[in-house]
């Protein structure tokens, strides 16, 4: 079973401040912070 990216989902709800979305390929339920992708800065060390 390939796993899934969570590409397209819909917000369910919003409580105290957090977001729950479901993904609509796999219907699995999530904050939608955990689904939040993190930005990665490469450091150019060249000069």
Sequence with gaps: M????????ELLARREGVDYVRCLECDQ??????LESVAVYDEDESA
């Design 2 to 9: 390939p796993i899934c990216m969570h590409t397209r989902t």
């Design 29 to 34: 339920v999530y904050e939608a912070e955990d």
